[in-house]
């Protein structure tokens, strides 16, 4: 190889890590963003998880963003998929969900059953889905353009380094 196809080669690692690097910056902020659009587009809705207290019985609503709070926070599930042959027919129904969530009356974070999820999980999924797309989409152009300008920059300099 020689020194000016080397260059050309180094050159177009340094785009591929600075698109790489682009791309994941988007997608995390299209995750963080599009979570707090969603938790704000469901308390303008009024939209309240049904939760009983695992230990003591208390039940009480709770907020999408507290039920969602906290990428780390402990989930269990038990469900029943529906399936026509070999197929899934309609996504996954929980007949048992719960988070680690505060307990008001205990005084402590314990399991809580979220008696009402399957209703309102396709609705979050919805909230989500639509606050990330702009955000992703915005991310995409964005990689696009600087693509652009790391190809014109190298196509004006490259000559000269022969």
Not at 9 to 25: D, K, N, Q, S, T
Not at 37 to 45: F, H
Not at 71 to 83: F, H, I, L, P, W
Not at 126 to 151: C, E, H, Q, R, Y
Request: hydrophobic letters at 45%; charged letters at 15%; aromatic letters at 10%.
């Amino acid at each position: 190889m020689t020194s000016t196809q080397i260059t050309a080669l180094i050159a177009l690692l340094v785009a591929l890590a600075i698109g790489i690097v682009w791309l994941i910056f988007w997608v995390h902020r299209g995750l963080v963003k599009g979570r707090a659009a969603a938790a704000q587009a469901a308390d303008r809705e009024g939209f309240f998880y049904q939760v009983r207290c695992e230990e003591c019985g208390n039940e009480r609503q709770a907020s999408y963003a507290e039920a969602t709070q906290g990428a780390m926070n402990k989930s269990k599930g038990v469900t029943a998929e529906a399936q026509v042959g070999l197929f899934d027919a309609g996504g996954t129904h929980y007949t048992s969900f719960s988070k680690k969530m505060f307990c008001p009356q205990c005084g402590r974070k314990t399991w809580q059953q979220l008696l009402n999820y399957n209703g309102h999980d396709a609705q979050a999924l919805k909230n989500t889905a639509n606050s990330i797309g702009p955000i992703l989409i915005n991310g995409a152009i964005g990689l696009v353009g600087l693509t652009a300008i790391v190809m014109v920059v190298f196509s004006i300099v490259l000559p000269f380094m022969r």
